[in-house]
């Protein structure tokens, strides 16, 4: 593999490093902090004011990323809360106990206002919860329904509508002191639009053979800005078109994904994959599949904050509407049978070899029913499933040496089964 | 009736994993339906309002060996999903016409999905509760809910649900939520007379048979329980607190109370006193309804808790108004709405200097030697703190 890098990874290092920044220097710039949660951010309301937003889920992965997550999650479970419960919580707890040093080594500030974007994930609720029990501050909450039925109902938006409105907009106002600007929200949203078409684009680049992107490992890079703060942001809109770019221009070359150890220079597999990655050893578990020659073309867990591809983009001129429909789509607050129709539609269109399940063991809302999942794609599709467990960001179940060979025997399975399909071709057709 | 007569009638529906008392109603009339529901609250008064049989479908506990479910779920997910997959895919649930879930966690929400998969020839109905309070959002919200489950409901018998038959099951339902509120507040004052795993296997009948038969039975039950001339213990008096969906085996509900703790207070199938009032009658009964529930439920971790002191109180007053002594937090393992409350719910009772001890268990334990040490230094413990 040689070494790449593209000038959009400095660039999202450098969004990401200014955010972590702005946040420590909070306290004396006097900027005001609203803590909320990736599915359902709702970035450009909360930017429009000029808060700025903190995401918990992200301050987890982003610790588990840097090894800190044992020692934090350690301290909140001697502080009382259970082994059984999600890591991320108690990784932000532990963290809070420990300093509150975000990813920069700064102290992140404390949250002015906690917005409970309740979307896809029953945790959040207790998070907020046990957050409001930390800092004492403010919480507003916005529910947004389930999809139960596999789409957003016109009363389910009205209603999420109304609590935007009536609820949220009021507590943004209380703790900005200014009043909402729909116009300015309007201009951020049709930023949105155009960053989101980026994305798409990006990510459907790994229809091509080979694929120039990996999409859930390197995925989760790509999704950084749009998932964080950077919605509807001018250097978030620079950040994607740059990225388009440069994606397209390895396509045109024929280039494979840039991973940690330079570009991929074979594709051999081609997978799907299902729920998030683990993060305390994200670059091992990458090696893996490197290792293998196998590229993620497709990933659902790119989709926690927002589920573009299917057609979905920010609509400046319903600002509300479009903020709840947004909510209402982000893939975790869909139907386990809408979530299988997207696994398979991956499958397909992204010409996958196969897919794979990584079931992690806090997040009830990806894992319950993950088997189920495996089955129907696997009977839809004809295409064979894998399943490996580990977790978020919990060092004490990531198990090197058994995912390692649970993933071999799966590609191992993967090539057999395509040497056996071409022997059965070449019978057929001699 | 006898004291022995009723528990005999509830333990054998308790026991009954063949569903033998709602089938046999099923089968009695033409057309008739069973719908089930999962834990924790559902509006089951709509389900008897369409003229069916609501049936609480609450796992197998530590009866039902798990062959198929377990292949539906990981090692780390709770066990009651796996055993109502068990129930189902061995047939003990066939003759539910549908099953409604509510929005009690992640699990049971993805379970409704499973089932439309599962039994795509079922109704189905997801039913979220609502998380705002103000009446003009959440509780109208609440209240298309609740008219979306009575259309579908209709929609499956072939005819409309009235208003009038909704009106009239909530009056059924009234009462039922008074009779046991008025079997709580005897074991409360007696709880001698009123042990907890009779109470508690009296409620899981209630469950699974028509609504007529067992106000028949809790009645007679409360009418007898008081004169069989028991005595009181020497126990302590405990609130049972996080059992509220997975249910706990009835062996470790008995351990419990023989280990010298009565329990005055408890979150067992919670769904039965999640509106601590009746519903007022109306014009409207399902804003009522929702209006009720926005109003006056039991705090309750599925619910989203808007008083930032709430929590921190909640077990002292739990505690006075059971005449308590202490808590056991007994919670399902890795049940998250049980365990993150935990550390907020333990918080309030340090504040407050309430003495607790905490446990997991899961429905099909089957060891209790554990959890009788663990209660019976409790109970001694609270005597001895008592007595200082």
Redesign the interface.
């Known amino acids: 593999m040689s070494q790449a890098k593209d000038r959009s990874q400095d660039l999202q290092k450098q969004l990401i490093a200014q955010l972590y920044d702005d946040l420590a220097d909070a306290p004396q710039t006097g900027r005001k902090v609203v803590y909320t949660f990736v599915p359902g951010n709702l970035t450009e309301l909360i930017r429009s004011f000029d808060l700025l937003p903190v995401l918990p889920e992200i301050n987890a992965l982003q610790s588990g990323m840097r090894q800190k997550t044992g020692a934090y999650i350690t301290e909140a479970e001697k ?4 082994e ?3 890591t991320y ?1 108690k990784a932000d707890l532990g963290m809070i106990k420990a300093g509150n040093l975000g990813p920069t080594g700064r102290p992140l500030p404390k949250p002015d206002l906690l917005l ?1 974007s ?1 979307t896809g ?3 959040f ?3 907020f ?2 957050l ?2 930390e800092y ?1 501050c403010p ?1 507003v ?1 916005l ?1 947004v ?2 999809q ?1 039925a596999g789409h957003m109902t016109a ?2 938006r009205q ?1 999420v509508v ?2 935007i409105r ?2 949220l907009i009021p507590a943004l106002e209380e703790v900005s002191g200014k009043r909402y600007d729909e116009a300015r929200l309007k201009e951020m949203l049709a930023r949105s639009a155009r960053m989101e078409d980026d994305l798409v684009h990006v990510f459907q680049s790994a229809k091509n053979r080979p694929s120039p992107i990996d999409a859930w490992f390197g995925g989760v890079y790509y999704i950084g800005p749009m998932f964080t703060a950077f919605r509807g942001t001018p250097e978030g809109e620079e950040y994607y078109r740059l990225l388009r770019q440069e994606v397209d221009e390895r396509v045109r070359l024929g280039l494979g994904p840039i991973t940690p150890d330079g570009v991929l220079q074979e594709e051999k597999f081609r997978v799907v994959v299902e729920g998030p990655p683990n993060w305390t050893s994200f670059r091992e578990f990458w090696k893996m599949f490197t290792d293998e020659g196998a590229v993620a073309v497709a990933s659902t867990y790119t989709k926690v904050g927002g589920t573009y591809d299917f057609g979905f983009r920010h609509d400046p001129a319903r600002p509300l509407e479009t903020l709840a429909e947004y909510c209402s789509e982000c893939y975790t607050n869909r ?3 809408t ?2 129709d997207m696994l398979a539609r991956y499958v397909e269109e992204y010409q996958a070899d196969g897919f794979l399940i990584n ?1 992690v ?1 806090s997040c ?2 990806f ?6 999942i495996l089955r ?1 794609v696997e009977r839809r599709t004809g295409r064979p499933g894998g399943f490996i ?1 580990s977790d978020l960001v919990d060092p004490r179940y990531f198990s090197a040496a058994n995912i390692k060979n649970r993933l071999e025997s799966y590609f191992q399975m993967l090539a057999a089964r395509r040497a056996g399909v071409a022997t059965t071709s070449l019978e057929v057709h001699p | 009736m006898e004291r022995a007569e009723i528990v005999a009638w509830a333990e054998a529906n308790y026991l009954d994993l063949e569903f033998k008392r709602a089938r046999a109603w099923v089968s009695e009339a033409p057309g008739r339906k069973a719908i089930g529901y999962l834990p924790v609250y559902a509006p089951v008064e709509l389900i008897h309002a369409a003229g069916m049989l609501p049936v609480g479908v609450h796992g197998g506990g530590d009866r039902l060996d798990i062959i198929r479910g377990d ?4 090692s ?2 709770c066990h009651l ?1 796996r055993s109502v997959i068990e129930l189902a895919v061995s047939g003990r649930l066939a003759f539910l016409s549908g099953a409604v879930f509510p ?1 009690t ?3 049971i ?6 089932w ?3 039994f795509a020839d079922k109704y189905v ?2 039913v ?1 509760l ?3 309070y ?1 009446p ?3 509780g ?2 609440f209240a ?1 809910e609740l008219r979306e489950l009575v259309a579908g409901l209709g929609e499956l018998r072939g005819a409309p649900v009235t208003r009038d038959e909704i009106a009239a099951s909530v009056r059924v339902w009234n009462e039922r939520r008074a009779l046991i509120r008025a079997l709580y507040e005897k074991r409360r004052l007696e709880p001698w007379n009123v042990p907890t795993d009779e109470l508690y296997q009296i409620l899981r009948a209630g469950e699974i048979v028509p609504v007529e038969e067992f106000l028949a039975y809790a009645r007679a039950y409360l009418e007898v329980c008081g004169t069989d001339g028991r005595r009181p213990r020497d126990n302590a008096r405990v609130v049972l607190v996080g059992s509220f969906c997975e249910q706990p085996p009835l062996g470790l509900i008995r351990t419990v109370e023989r280990a010298g703790c009565y329990i005055v207070d408890d979150d067992l199938l919670h769904g039965n006193r999640f509106l601590t009032v009746d519903v007022p009658e109306s014009d409207d009964p399902l804003t009522a309804l929702a209006h009720t529930l926005l109003d006056r439920s039991v705090a309750s ?1 599925v619910m ?3 008083d ?1 002191e709430a ?2 109180k909640l077990m002292a007053q739990r505690v006075e108004a059971a005449g308590a002594e202490g808590v056991i937090f007994g919670a399902p ?5 049980a ?6 719910l ?2 309030g009772a340090d504040a407050a200097r309430i003495p607790y001890i905490s446990f ?1 268990y899961a429905e099909n334990t089957a060891q209790f030697q554990q959890f009788r040490e663990q209660a019976g230094t409790f109970s001694d413990a609270l005597k001895l703190w008592s007595g200082a």
């Open positions: 502080s009382g809360h259970s059984d419960v999600c919580v409970l309740y994930c029953y945790t609720m207790k998070w919860e046990l409001r029990e004492g919480v909450m529910h329904p389930y139960e009363t389910h209603y109304d609590q009536d609820k139907n386990l049978p979530r299988i079931s063991k009830n809302s894992s319950a029913g993950q088997l189920m129907e467990e | 292949a539906y779920y990981q780390y997910i999903p929005s966690c992640d699990v929400r993805n379970l409704s999905g499973m439309r998969l599962l109905r997801y979220d609502p998380q705002d103000d003009a959002m959440g109208a919200f298309h971790p989203y808790e808007r930032p929590k921190r393992s890795f049940c998250d709405p365990l993150l409350d935990r550390p907020m333990q918080r997991k």
